[in-house]
């Protein structure tokens, strides 16, 4: 039987389904059959409860099962039988002048949007590039002197000098009150190093053990604590203990502590250089990524279906929730978030995913198994024990599916990338490493 498909707007469809009542009867006495098998009732013996009673508890329950279930059958055949690539769920409401004998209902839904992508040759890209040079080495190596240095205490007549570690008690007022946060006792930082605000660590910089100050303080107009900030507070500090920090020396027993099996400072340094060119890669990648798929969405055109769009809203909701929940937040998944807050963000989204499926469909850059091996190989390379590593991701779909997914966006942006005009730029280390 044809199929009517009315257009309402845009991508909004909608088409009439009817059901036969005495269908729905029959399914509905073949199910309540099957039930009072098992109905358990005071003064019955399992499978004696009489149909009169199954009806009466469960008749409502079971007719709503079926005509469901008999709806989406129906709403299935008929999109099927329309051609049409429906996008989420349908929203279905009862008719009031369905036939007699009959059930009518309309089923209002969108559609996938046709996609429409321009010219990618006229597309504009910048293409960015990065050296992982000696100067950078040498910071990481000074990381990993901070990251195993250890501290002795120093004497009564030394000052605090940036480096240090010392330990304090302090106390903050407003206005002469105490305000949230602004106390702690034996609260140790280090000093030079940004832990406190830069008037904190100039107060106690230059101060000795016992020694007590009062110093003013004025809370940044962005400052986290919104309670405090743009204000001025009043700070009395006390420092309890000064301990200087002592770097380890790089030679052949540092290298030999970081797992470097050859235990020289060469080795050492050129694991590091390895490590970072790795991680240069990933982020060019990423960078490089994000500006093709930007100028892919550029040269588009299509209607993003709403429906799509509430349901990638509903799941970064969902998964807003689940970070409260792993920081330890109290009722974490009853969190009043609204979804509204992510309606941009998930548009640009399902925008992004419709483009992407419609180029790798049109021009074949879905992922190849020879791919999918190389980059969980190059995964694995970071990791101890790359053999356990491989194994891991070819043991689940799941983590085969993120794979697969990241290989076709490389396949994308490569793509994107050999036909748009491109400008290349040389980005400093430390510029990319601070990008997000």
Same mark, same amino acid.
């Not at 570690?165 to 946060?181: L, M, Q």
């Given at each position: 039987?044809?199929?009517?498909?009315? $257009?309402?707007?845009?991508?909004?469809?909608?088409?009439?389904?009817?059901?036969?009542?005495?269908d729905?009867?029959?399914?509905?006495?073949?199910?309540?059959?099957?039930?009072?098998?098992?109905?358990?009732?005071?003064?019955?013996?399992?499978?004696?409860?009489?149909?009169?009673?199954?009806?009466?508890?469960?008749?409502?329950?079971?007719?709503?099962?079926?005509?469901?279930?008999?709806?989406?059958?129906?709403?299935?055949?008929?999109a099927?039988e329309?051609?049409?690539?429906?996008?989420?769920?349908?929203?279905?409401?009862?008719?009031?002048?369905?036939?007699?004998?009959q059930?009518?209902?309309?089923? $209002?839904?969108?559609?996938?949007?046709?996609?429409?992508?321009?010219? &990618?040759?006229?597309?504009?890209?910048?293409?960015?590039?990065?050296?992982?040079?000696?100067?950078?080495?040498?910071? $990481?190596?000074?990381?990993?002197?901070?990251?195993?240095?250890?501290?002795?205490?120093?004497?009564? #007549?030394? !000052?605090?000098?940036?480096?240090d570690?010392?330990?304090?008690?302090?106390?903050?007022? /407003?206005?002469?009150?105490?305000?949230?946060?602004?106390?702690a006792?034996?609260?140790?930082?280090?000093?030079?190093?940004?832990?406190?605000?830069?008037?904190?660590?100039?107060?106690?910089?230059?101060m000795?053990?016992g020694?007590?100050?009062?110093?003013? &303080?004025?809370?940044?107009?962005?400052?986290?604590?919104?309670? !405090?900030?743009?204000?001025?507070?009043?700070?009395?500090?006390?420092?309890k203990?000064?301990?200087?920090?002592?770097?380890?020396? !790089?030679?052949?027993?540092?290298?030999?502590?970081?797992?470097?099996?050859?235990g $020289?400072?060469?080795?050492?340094?050129?694991?590091?250089?390895?490590?970072?060119?790795?991680?240069?890669?990933?982020?060019?990648?990423?960078?490089?990524?994000?500006?093709?798929m930007? #100028?892919?969405?550029?040269?588009?055109?299509?209607? !993003?279906?709403k429906? &799509?769009?509430?349901?990638?809203?509903?799941?970064?909701?969902a998964?807003?929730?689940?970070?409260?929940?792993?920081?330890g937040?109290?009722?974490?998944?009853?969190?009043?978030?609204?979804?509204?807050?992510?309606?941009?963000?998930?548009?640009?989204?399902?925008?992004?995913?419709?483009?992407?499926?419609?180029?790798?469909?049109?021009?074949?850059?879905?992922?190849?198994?020879?791919?999918?091996?190389?980059?969980?190989?190059?995964?694995?390379?970071?990791?101890?024990?790359?053999?356990?590593?491989?194994?891991?991701?070819?043991?689940?779909?799941?983590?085969?599916?993120?794979?697969?997914?990241?290989?076709?966006?490389?396949?994308?942006?490569?793509f994107? &990338?050999?036909?748009?005009? /491109?400008?290349?730029?040389?980005?400093?280390?430390?510029?990319?490493?601070?990008?997000a």
């Open positions: 039987m044809a199929v009517t498909v009315e $257009t309402l707007e845009k991508l909004e469809r909608r088409i009439t389904l009817t059901l036969a009542a005495t729905i009867n029959s399914e509905v006495q073949s199910r309540l059959k099957k039930l009072a098998r098992t109905v358990k009732a005071d003064g019955f013996r399992p499978g004696k409860v009489p149909m009169s009673f199954v009806e009466q508890r469960y008749g409502a329950q079971v007719q709503y099962e079926v005509v469901n279930d008999k709806l989406g059958e129906a709403f299935s055949v008929a099927n329309a051609k049409l690539r429906v996008a989420g769920m349908p929203s279905i409401a009862q008719k009031d002048d369905a036939a007699e004998g059930l009518a209902f309309d089923a $209002t839904f969108e559609v996938y949007p046709e996609v429409k992508i321009a010219d &990618l040759a006229e597309a504009e890209v910048e293409r960015v590039a990065a050296e992982v040079t000696e100067e950078a080495i040498d910071k $990481t190596v000074e990381i990993l002197r901070k990251q195993r240095r250890s501290f002795a205490q120093r004497g009564a #007549a030394d !000052v605090a000098a940036d480096g570690r010392v330990s304090i008690d302090f106390e903050g007022k /407003i206005d002469g009150e105490p305000f949230a946060g602004g106390k006792d034996g609260f140790q930082f280090l000093l030079g190093e940004g832990q406190m605000l830069e008037a904190f660590e100039k107060a106690v910089r230059g000795k053990a020694e007590s100050k009062t110093f003013p &303080l004025a809370f940044p107009a962005d400052y986290h604590g919104k309670d !405090v900030a743009g204000k001025e507070a009043d700070f009395l500090v006390t420092v203990k000064i301990e200087a920090q002592h770097l380890p020396d !790089v030679n052949e027993s540092f290298a030999k502590a970081l797992g470097i099996k050859e $020289t400072v060469e080795a050492l340094r050129a694991d590091i250089k390895k490590n970072l060119e790795r991680e240069v890669k990933f982020r060019v990648l990423a960078k490089n990524k994000g500006a093709a930007d #100028a892919l969405v550029g040269k588009a055109e299509l209607d !993003v279906p429906s &799509l769009v509430a349901g990638e809203a509903e799941r970064m909701v998964n807003a929730r689940e970070d409260l929940k792993k920081r937040i109290k009722d974490a998944d009853k969190a009043p978030i609204p979804a509204e807050l992510f309606n941009d963000q998930a548009e640009k989204r399902v925008r992004l995913g419709l483009v992407v499926a419609e180029l790798v469909r049109s021009q074949n850059l879905q992922a190849k198994p020879e791919q999918l091996q190389a980059h969980i190989e190059e995964i694995s390379q970071s990791y101890e024990k790359p053999a356990e590593v491989v194994r891991w991701y070819l043991s689940d779909r799941e983590r085969m599916a993120e794979v697969e997914a990241v290989v076709i966006e490389n396949n994308v942006t490569d994107i &990338l050999g036909k748009a005009k /491109i400008s290349d730029k040389q980005l400093p280390f430390d510029e990319l490493m601070a990008t």
